[in-house]
Nanobody, 122 residues
Framework: QVQLVESGGGLVQAGGSLRLSCAAS????????MGWYRQAPGNERELVAT???????NYADSVKGRFTISRDNAKNTVYLQMNSLKSEDTAVYHC????????????????WGKGTLVTVSS
């Protein structure tokens, strides 16, 4: 129904920058909030940032001032610009999107990408 494909991960030095992209395909007309989550080995998956269909963004305290989430609705793509990267940012970053069911309940449905690895060296 909806597929999410992330790209842009890689190896960067501490203090560097990286931009992640997540392209959505399928029934994207029902997508609302999109966001990024990350998980490092041995750690719990944590919310990094979300952005509503209208552009309202929220960030985890750990990335405020360093990361910027944006989206291009025409391209069905959400981005995560990561600046001033720290070793603590090393993780697999997963794209997430919320859609609504087509029935009358309009219940939220979660979609997930397979993830892209970000490694920050120090």
């Amino acid at each position: 129904q909806v597929q999410l494909v992330e790209s842009g991960g890689g190896l960067v030095q501490a203090g560097g920058s990286l931009r992640l992209s997540c392209a959505a395909s399928g029934n994207t007309f029902r997508l609302s909030t999109m966001g990024w989550y990350r998980q490092a080995p041995g750690n719990e998956r944590e919310l990094v940032a979300t952005i509503s269909s209208s552009g309202s963004a929220n960030y985890a305290d750990s990335v405020k001032g360093r990361f910027t989430i944006s989206r291009d609705n025409a391209k069905n793509t959400v981005y995560l610009q990561m600046n001033s990267l720290k070793s603590e940012d090393t993780a697999v970053y997963h794209c997430n999107a919320v859609g609504l069911s087509s029935d009358y309940l309009k219940r939220p449905i979660q979609y997930w990408g397979k993830g892209t690895l970000v490694t920050v060296s120090s």
